[in-house]
C-alpha cells in the first residue's frame, strides 16, 4: 500500500497594484512551486492561501 507524506505551506498571494511587482510575485510563486516539485512534491489542494502538496513515502 502506497504511503504519502504531506505538507502544507503559506505562500503569499496578494497582488501589488503595479504589473512589475505582480510580474516579480509571480516569479518567485514559480520558483518556489519548481523547488517542491523537484524535490517530489505534488500540489494537491489550495485553500485561503495555504497550498497542500503530498508525496509518496519511501
Known amino acids: 500500500m502506497k504511503q504519502y507524506e504531506y ?3 503559506a ?3 496578494a497582488i501589488p497594484v503595479t504589473t512589475k ?3 516579480k ?3 518567485e510563486f514559480e ?3 519548481n523547488a ?3 524535490a517530489g512534491w ?3 489542494q ?3 492561501g495555504l497550498f497542500f502538496f503530498k508525496r509518496e513515502m519511501q
Open 7 to 9: 505538507k502544507v505551506i
Open 11 to 13: 505562500i503569499a498571494t
Open 21 to 23: 511587482g505582480y510580474e
Open 25 to 27: 510575485v509571480a516569479q
Open 31 to 33: 520558483t518556489q512551486l
Open 36 to 38: 517542491l516539485g523537484r
Open 42 to 44: 505534488e500540489l494537491v
Open 46 to 48: 489550495r485553500t485561503d
